[in-house]
């Protein structure tokens, strides 16, 4: 979770400056940051269970970037969609063309930072199983 958290950073760094009418703090950033990850998580947990079960499928980014087509093949099965061989195809060359791709590497957090992460989020944490 620590990942989303500092992906989440890097994002308000390189790109939100562009909205911006007036420069927020850092603080202001990490806030509304942390508001955003609870608000965001506090309501798909909260209604999660209004979607019928056969419409709504839930898996880890670590399984769908540890195997991609595996994951697809997962989704389509939960669906019971029946086109994955005819879209299989696409897929390969899709993942083919992110061999290159390099993930950002973000440095660790500060421990107060991340044990600030840890209790903002806490909910998402023991709803879904992250250490």
Not at 7 to 31: G, K
Not at 38 to 50: C, G, K, S, T, V
Not at 93 to 104: E, G, V, W
Request: charged fraction near 25%; include cysteine.
């Amino acid at each position: 979770m620590q990942q989303v958290f500092k992906s989440a950073a890097h994002m308000a760094d390189t790109y939100y400056w562009y909205a911006y009418l007036q420069r927020p703090t850092d603080q202001e950033v990490t806030d509304f940051i942390l508001e955003q990850g609870e608000l965001l998580h506090r309501l798909y947990l909260r209604d999660r269970a209004l979607i019928p079960p056969a419409n709504l499928h839930e898996l880890s980014f670590d399984s769908l970037e540890a195997d991609p087509k595996a994951a697809l093949r997962r989704i389509y099965h939960a669906f019971g969609w029946e086109s994955f061989g005819s879209i299989l195809p696409a897929i390969e060359h899709y993942c083919r063309s992110l061999s290159d791709f390099k993930k950002n590497d973000h440095r660790r957090l500060e421990p107060a930072m991340e044990a600030e992460v840890r209790s903002r989020w806490e909910l998402l944490f023991t709803a879904f199983g992250y250490s």
